[in-house]
């Protein structure tokens, strides 16, 4: 093969009739044979020109084909001697390569607008090519790609060993090791008939000369031919600032690492980015980037790019009334009265006053600027809830740098991929966090919580401690106060489903946070409070009250006793108590071990809340009882927003049967609206307030979340209706305007007859005796599926159950259940030990309904 | 309308006929037997092509059920039966210029092993079906539908596991078995399954002779749209008919192996009757095959009477009469 030829025409998910040879010149004037995909709608909006990378061809951009060339026009080429455009005996530099894509362009008389699509090496390509067509482009799209390669970072492996003098050709040529060697970069592997489509331009060595010609061109060194010729590309950038640009990317990827990324985000800052958690350099192949790209043109045809963020009218536009976080630290700066008290065995372990925390906080935050932690930097907080979490959160916040949190219970892996992906530069932790962080290779300044014997501290490669900073800081002015609309958190989710995603908040959506829950809880200046409950550990001084850590593993709420609450509560004769469902039940637990004199104090505080997982009314009913009776709540809301809805223990007790889980009524200054189920289960209709519409729950308020970091296509689809935030819960309005939660949008079991919501049903099963637990699934294809109940039935045999139980179901549910199945231990996260995984759950019955598995 | 319906000692057949006497159609039945009826009956084998035309000749529809439907038996019993007899039809019809023929085909023409989950009346491939009985019926349909022109308008109605009282194929089979104890829940009766009461399968196929100019060419699943569980399904009808119920259960992958040894050996003795278990039915019992009723009931403007519950109470009834 020397001139270009047509692709077989059975390659997996490729259209013949997408191919077409195209003449162009080359670099040297020299007509050459192009092998173009090109497929187009009769009045496209504009052209789509994606540009593959090595050792790739076109045939990696047949999803991009297939997802868009119902209203674009879409053209992939093959690069000369790549694929199956035409072999030549010419190096083909970059610089060549971007004259050559030019003259192709023009042959093809391509029209505006050009939105560019580009992987690998086709980015520099691209790039160069946008730079000189700057009137055409109105939109890039960019996938696993550089356009530097500065000195002081190492050469990836694989590109390193294809660089060798000696194995070049070896390697990329002769052999099919890089070849193979990038295929097998696709995570799940791809199917054997893709990766065979992958090869098919490339059998023979000399087919795969332009392969290891491509690696030759990559200027790894300052005087390789082709290094001005990237370095132009790149500073060209700047000229592409207005144009509208998505970084796609996958992490998993040994060639195109994170810090390619993010150069790009820095020459680029107008950028969004969306990283697919657990796809690699193939991104295209391992993750659903062609609808990603679909969005993206679908929101260029309609003119709105820039801006998929909470809308800045939601945000204070003067600060004339703004109370900061730290606000009471400086009101209280010289009160000597306890501030933060953390609890020991024997009684208070620790005090620190207002005074001590607001200058330990002043003095931090001036450390912090001072050693060079920027403004808006990102600092990854590894510190259990207690005092010294409290005073770094506060310092950080002081600085204006943006604290990262993610909950321990990610695991190493989970919490490597959420900090690594959130671009922390600094942490701050104790030993362990810091040990943790060392071993997720996160880079940056590391700040140490307490002091390290020096063989520790050098092996954690420990920069400073806090009282360092607080030494450095103690001389020097405070840090200038971040804008409200600056950001002010980076909060990781649950990771319950999928990869846990970075919630941003700016300063603005902290403050009215707090002032919500001040607001929803009547929470006054002389309120002293139980924080049993990690977030709200940290928002005493933000509320300006007296806050008490019981002796407790905070991270575990299942480990607090009654005498340990009792012991707190005493500490500061608090009145508020704030705890999650697992601590409740523990303090019911334990309530006998109280003696006269720990229950009195226990009933003088007035307010319980549980938050943190649904809880049960006899929970709540039999903790507020242990404290005297005192008044209970329970709030409705997510890492996203929080509170979204409360609602009381009198309420539940009166009214809090229906269908689904009775969350209570919108918080004051927060909007909760409907977005109707369409019969396959979508939530697509417009929103609306109308009672007993089930549909997902959509949240307004000052207190949503700004966006989700990195995560532009997700982002898109949660604020798709303007102002709103999709919680991805289903639920209804009653007629009284109290919220019910009926379950998950991706829970919705879509039956022939209709929708049906797991919730309701479930909680009408588990009022039956023999039933413990049930979870209530689909099982079959979307639009036809079938309604399985699935129960923890201890007394019964599992698998398929008896007639009995399956109509006493029946009967209690209202479903006509097509099977029921008992099982000894329905799946259950692990935080909360109380949400059902119903789509493990209709994976398993779904296996054993179809009769080839040997039953549950 | 004067209508035929073949195969009229068979239940289903008996129950169509009677439906269409009822409601005032002249019918005639064609049978081997001699059926019970008030209608008219014509003896005759359906492999008989003189017998088959003069059976249909002066009929305005057919309702063609006559097949051959047991699990054992050499591949020439069933092709002459399923295959040529229904070509002895279609060549009547057209003598004689029927317009309507309503063709009773099995969903098994389109199972080809795997389960069968929310599934639509796919095409019947005689090349993947298993079994005689699924092979020589897939291409019976194939034959018919391949006939639609515009002076004859067909219609193929797959009925799934039809059972009512008086049902020897499905219940009977589960109560002779349930009574000698030889009953078994393979890999504990997991798999989800659709049935059809029999009344609701008669009233299809009424609907579909009344429908066949509207749906011509076209291939219907008919069930009650109630899958069950075949564990629930076989405890059903043995509380209904007063027999043990199941208890033990086997692996499929035995089961099947067990399937394969007794048919050999019931061929090898010539016995008569049919082995307890076969492969085909090691597979109907263990492999789910449920479907989407909507586009059936929509098209047929049907739908199924009488439910699942009602069904196993009529079963009951009809078990026990008082």
């Known amino acids: 093969m020397t001139t270009a030829s047509l692709p077989p025409a059975d390659l997996p998910g490729l259209d013949p009739d997408w191919s077409q040879v195209v003449s162009a010149p080359d670099a040297a004037g020299v007509q050459r044979q192009w092998h173009v995909l090109d497929a187009a709608p009769p009045e496209p909006l504009g052209t789509v020109l994606c540009v593959h990378g090595n050792p790739t061809w076109s045939y990696t951009f047949r999803s991009v084909i297939s997802e868009l060339s119902d209203t674009w026009r879409v053209i992939a080429p093959d690069h000369l001697g790549m694929g199956f455009s035409e072999r030549t005996e010419r190096f083909h530099t970059l610089a060549d390569r971007i004259d050559e894509l030019s003259a192709l362009t023009d042959a093809l008389d391509i029209q505006g607008p050009v939105l560019v699509v580009a992987h690998d090496w086709g980015g520099p390509i691209s790039l160069g090519w946008a730079e000189r067509h700057h009137d055409l482009v109105s939109g890039i799209v960019l996938l696993n790609t550089a356009v530097s390669q500065s000195d002081d970072t190492h050469v990836p492996a694989l590109i390193s060993a294809a660089r060798n003098g000696r194995l070049l050709r070896t390697v990329t040529q002769r052999t099919r090791a890089f070849l193979d060697g990038t295929l097998r970069l696709a995570h799940p592997g791809l199917p054997r008939d893709v990766a065979d489509a992958y090869r098919a331009p490339y059998r023979s060595a000399s087919q795969r000369q332009s392969i290891a010609d491509f690696v030759a061109d990559i200027p790894l060194e300052n005087d390789h031919p082709s290094r001005t010729t990237l370095d132009t590309v790149a500073d060209g950038l700047t000229a592409l600032r207005d144009v509208p640009t998505l970084l796609i990317w996958g992490p998993r990827d040994p060639v195109f690492a994170d810090r390619y990324l993010r150069d790009l985000q820095r020459r680029m800052p107008h950028a969004q980015t969306h990283r697919f958690e657990g796809a690699g350099h193939l991104v295209v192949e391992d993750a659903p980037v062609a609808a990603t790209v679909r969005h993206f043109a679908d929101d260029l045809a309609a003119g709105r790019t820039r801006e998929l963020r909470a809308q800045p009218a939601l945000l204070p536009t003067t600060s004339a009334e703004r109370r900061t976080l730290w606000a009471a630290l400086e009101n209280r700066a010289d009160d000597n009265a306890a501030a933060v008290v953390e609890m020991g065995r024997r009684g208070p372990a620790r005090t620190i006053t207002w005074k001590q925390l607001s200058s330990t906080v002043g003095d931090v935050s001036a450390g912090l600027t001072a050693i060079g932690v920027g403004p808006q930097d990102r600092v990854a907080l590894l510190v259990p809830p207690g005092a010294d979490l409290t005073a770094v959160l506060y310092a950080t916040w002081r600085a204006g740098a943006v604290p990262v949190i993610a909950d321990a219970g990610l695991g190493l892996p989970g919490l490597r991929r959420a900090l690594r992906g959130a671009d922390v530069q600094h942490v701050i932790g104790i030993a362990r966090g810091l040990s943790a962080a060392k071993a997720m290779g996160l880079q940056g300044t590391y700040i140490s919580v307490g002091g390290f014997a020096p063989g520790l501290r050098r092996a954690l490669g420990v920069d400073y401690t806090v009282v360092e900073l607080a030494q450095i800081g103690r001389q020097l002015p405070t840090s200038s106060t971040p804008p409200v609309t600056a950001e002010a958190a980076v909060l990781f989710t649950s990771g319950a489903t999928g990869p846990a995603k970075g919630v941003v908040y700016r300063h603005a959506q902290l403050e009215a946070q707090r002032d919500i829950v001040r607001d929803t809880f009547g929470i006054r200046a002389d309120d002293r409070l139980v924080a049993a409950f990690a977030p709200f550990a940290l928002f005493g001084p933000a509320l300006g009250i007296a806050s008490v850590v019981p002796n407790m593993d905070v991270t575990k709420p299942g480990t607090l006793t009654s005498r340990a609450l009792a012991d707190a509560v005493a500490a500061i004769d608090a009145s508020l108590v704030f705890a999650a469902p697992a601590a409740l039940r523990n303090i019911v637990r334990t309530a006998s071990t109280l003696d006269q004199a720990q229950r009195a104090r226990c009933e003088r505080v007035r307010l319980l809340l549980s938050a943190g997982a649904p809880v049960s009314r006899e929970t709540l009913r039999a903790a507020s009882h242990v404290l005297g009776g005192c008044a209970a709540h329970t709030p409705y809301g997510m890492t996203e927003a929080l509170p979204v809805a409360d609602v009381t223990l009198e309420e539940l007790e009166v009214g809090g049967r229906g269908n689904g889980v009775l969350v209570g009524r919108p918080v004051s200054g927060v909007q909760v609206a409907i977005s109707p189920l369409d019969p396959a289960g979508g939530a697509t209709e417009p929103l609306t307030d109308s009672p007993d519409v089930t549909g997902e729950i959509c949240v307004r308020g000052p207190h949503v979340k700004d966006h989700y970091d990195q995560l532009w296509a997700t982002q898109r689809d949660s604020a798709r209706d303007h102002g709103w935030h999709r919680t991805g819960d289903i639920g209804h309005l009653d007629v009284d305007g109290r919220l019910w939660v009926e379950g998950r949008v991706a829970h919705i079991i879509t039956t022939p007859a209709g929708v049906v919501t797991p919730v309701g049903p479930e909680q009408r099963l588990e009022r039956l005796d023999p039933v413990r637990l049930a979870a209530v699934v689909g099982v079959g294809p979307a639009g036809r599926q079938v309604v399985v109940a699935v129960v923890e039935a201890p007394l019964q045999p599992e698998g398929v159950a008896s007639i009995e139980l399956v109509d006493s179901l029946r009967l209690a549910a209202g479903i006509d259940f097509a099977a029921a199945l008992v099982v000894d231990a329905l799946p259950v996260d692990i935080r909360h030990n109380s949400k059902i995984d119903r789509l493990q759950v209709s994976a398993m019955a779904a296996e054993v309904l179809a009769g080839r598995g040997s039953g549950p | ?322």
């Open chain 2, 1 to 322: 309308m004067r209508v035929l319906v073949t195969g009229g000692t068979s239940l289903l057949g008996r129950v169509v006929a009677q439906q269409l006497n009822d409601r005032g159609d002249e019918v005639v039945t064609m049978q081997r037997g001699v059926a019970a009826g008030s209608w008219k009956q014509v003896r005759g084998d359906i492999r008989d092509a003189a017998a088959v035309s003069s059976a249909v000749e002066g009929a305005d529809a057919v309702v063609h059920l006559a097949a051959r439907v047991s699990v054992v038996g050499d591949w020439d019993a069933f092709e002459s039966v399923n295959v040529s007899g229904t070509q002895n039809v279609l060549d009547a019809a057209r003598a004689h210029g029927v317009s309507r023929l309503v063709h009773v085909s099995s969903p098994s023409v389109a199972h080809f092993g795997e389960p069968l989950v929310g599934a639509d009346a796919d095409a019947a491939d005689p090349k993947r079906a298993h079994g005689h009985y699924a092979r020589s019926k897939a291409m019976a349909e194939r034959l018919v539908l391949g006939a639609v022109d515009d002076s004859l308008a067909v219609v193929a109605v797959r009925p799934h596991l039809v059972w009512g009282p008086g049902d020897t194929q499905l219940i009977g089979r589960v109560v002779e078995r349930a009574a000698s104890g030889r009953l078994v829940l393979i890999n504990g009766g997991t798999a989800l399954i659709d049935t059809t009461y029999l009344d609701n399968a008669a009233d299809a196929l009424v609907a579909a002779l009344d429908r066949v100019h509207d749906v011509s060419g076209e291939v219907f699943v008919v069930s009650n749209g109630e899958p069950r569980t075949v564990a629930e399904l076989l405890t059903r009808i043995c509380r209904a008919t007063g027999v043990p119920e199941p208890t033990r259960s086997v692996p499929r992958i035995v089961a099947s192996g067990v399937g394969v040894v007794v048919e050999r050996a019931w061929s090898a003795f010539g016995r008569d009757g049919e082995p307890p278990m076969t492969r085909f039915l090691a597979e109907q019992l263990s492999t789910a095959h449920w479907f989407d009723q909507r586009h059936t009931q929509e098209r047929l403007q049907w739908a199924p009477a009488v439910t699942l519950a009602e069904g196993f109470e009529r079963l009951a009834a009809a078990s026990h009469p008082s």
